[in-house]
């Protein structure tokens, strides 16, 4: 196991974007921290300056591809290196019916050869490492030995780090919602790979929410990676600084604010709007004294066409018991 833990934050659409990325790392200075996942037609096509900025405070980042074309995923790996993004993630996991549809996300789980042939030409355009993001199965594909066949393959191809999101996926019949809740988690087969593959680096993913759930996996595999419980409550980034990383600059949550607040004036001038910037903070006070009336605030204004950051500071005034 790695001296220093790899503890990262999920990818996540919707939540994890440059905005949100700016404002964990204020919190956790060291967690590595996951775009959401851009699909390797967006970049080929798209406003690919627009999809690939971010913040040069973000780091370290790693940019999460969604695709099967090799051609097309290694030119746009090479894109995320030329734009200073320190990992390339492949996206195997996703179970939505437009991912599968676009042949990209978990369904490729049941086609090794050709992730092996993307990872490889991933691989071959890029020197930053290129990572495999996956679920344990999918559908009635979901045997150890499956797994363990996957891996070997793709490990074979050059990917040294596997994150695995413990549960399998049914692509069809499940929402990505429902797919993210219903499949039990099976710990047991993540520590198992990394068991069976101790020179590959191997995340485990799924349900991790406390120090001690991620004291408990870290005894059984390099690192984990946390979504939805770092995403409903940021500041729990703050304990896993703390607890794994150098605690010597940890901002209480009213710093965090503070230093925020000069990103979001900049972002606010160049057209952002308050909201899409304030949903990622609605979170920051959670179980604390003023929490629910920092949510509120922020929901009942930061929408208005008028709001600018004064909304936050006066949001963190109820916080701090100075307005009423
Ligand atoms: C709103 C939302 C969006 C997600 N988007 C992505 C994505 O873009 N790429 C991906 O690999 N996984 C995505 N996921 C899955 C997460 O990365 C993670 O695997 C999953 O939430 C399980 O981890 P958790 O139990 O810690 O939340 C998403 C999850 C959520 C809740």
């Known amino acids: 196991m790695p001296s220093t833990p790899l503890i990262s934050v999920a990818p996540m659409m919707d939540c994890t974007d440059r905005h949100d990325r700016y404002f964990l790392r204020l919190i956790a200075p060291d967690v590595l921290l996951y775009t959401e996942m851009i699909t390797a037609q967006a970049l080929t096509y798209g406003d690919r300056d627009k999809l690939l900025a971010y913040d040069a405070l ?16 290694s030119a746009c790996a090479k894109m995320g290196e030329d734009r200073g993004y320190d990992e390339i993630n492949l996206n195997v996991g996703c179970p939505s019916p437009r991912v599968s549809l676009g042949r990209f996300g978990a369904c490729l789980m049941l086609e090794p050869d050709l992730v092996a042939e993307c ?10 490492p290129v990572t495999v993001k996956c679920r344990i199965g999918v559908d009635e594909q979901d045997s150890y030995p ?3 066949a996957f891996i070997a393959k793709i490990a074979s ?3 040294k780090t596997f994150i695995i999101h413990a549960r399998k996926a049914w692509l069809s019949g499940l929402s990505p919602k429902q797919n993210r809740e219903v499949p039990p988690l099976c710990y047991d087969v993540v520590y198992q790979i990394k068991k069976d593959f101790p020179s590959l680096t191997i995340i485990l993913n799924g349900g991790v929410k406390t120090i001690a759930d991620i004291n408990a996996h870290l005894a059984l595999v390099d690192g984990v990676m946390i979504g939805r419980a770092a995403y409903s409550n940021p500041y729990l980034l703050a304990d896993i600084q703390a ?18 607040l000069p990103y979001v004036s900049n972002q606010i001038k160049n057209g952002v709007k308050l909201t899409n910037i304030t949903r990622h903070i609605l979170g920051l006070f959670q179980g604390q004294w003023g929490g629910a009336a920092w949510r509120r605030y922020l929901s009942q204004h930061a929408y208005l066409k008028t709001s600018g950051i004064e909304i936050i500071e006066q949001a963190l005034l109820l916080v701090e018991g100075r307005s009423c």
């Open 243 to 260: 607890n794994y990383f150098n605690n010597n600059d940890i901002l209480s949550r009213p710093e965090v604010v503070n230093q925020f």
């Open 157 to 159: 191809a050059g990917c």
């Open 119 to 128: 990872v490889s030409a991933m691989n071959q355009s890029v020197s930053i």
């Open 146 to 148: 499956l797994l363990h």
């Open 58 to 73: 973000e780091h370290p980042v790693a940019l999460q591809l969604g695709g099967s074309d090799p051609t097309m995923l």
